[in-house]
């Protein structure tokens, strides 16, 4: 992912210190699921160690992977916009360890503190725009006769 979305280089110091005060340590065997399409959002996670798959449901097949991510990515973006419901499933790819964060506590924090608010908002919105480039990518690679043309 480009230095612009993480968590480091997308929010000033005093907000990544003030988000930090809601991590908490957490590990994850390979294999385990981080959450389900569909289900309620109410944490999401940077990623210290390890790699985690970001999947869609297909119906009668095997999930598709629609990303890796790895060191300091975040992971969940949809509990910060209502209806707070996954849009996507992730998996531990790899033993993975990472910071959680209470969805419900830093929501509050946003709507306390507009200032930090507008910085969380912008790094999700970063976020999700390089994401929705990389699947547009991903997609074109696949399905386009000439592909993305980025090559």
Do not use: K, N
């Amino acid at each position: 992912m480009t230095s612009g979305t993480t968590m480091t280089s997308a929010l000033p110091a005093e907000h990544r210190e003030r988000l930090m005060q809601f991590a908490g340590e957490v590990s994850f065997p390979e294999g385990t699921r981080l959450f389900e399409e569909g289900r309620h959002a109410d944490r999401f996670w940077i990623v210290r160690t390890g790699s985690v798959a970001l999947d869609l449901h297909v119906p009668g097949r095997r999930s598709a992977v629609i990303e890796s991510l790895g060191h300091g990515e975040l992971v969940g973006w949809s509990w910060h916009f209502t209806p707070h419901v996954w849009q996507l499933g992730a998996e531990a790819v790899t033993p993975v360890r990472a910071y959680e964060f209470d969805a419900v506590a830093v929501r509050a924090m946003c709507d306390a503190d507009p200032e930090f608010g507008r910085a969380i908002a912008t790094w999700i919105g970063r976020v999700l725009a390089h994401r929705l480039h990389a699947a547009r990518t991903r997609l074109l690679d696949l399905y386009a006769p000439y592909g993305s043309g980025d090559r």
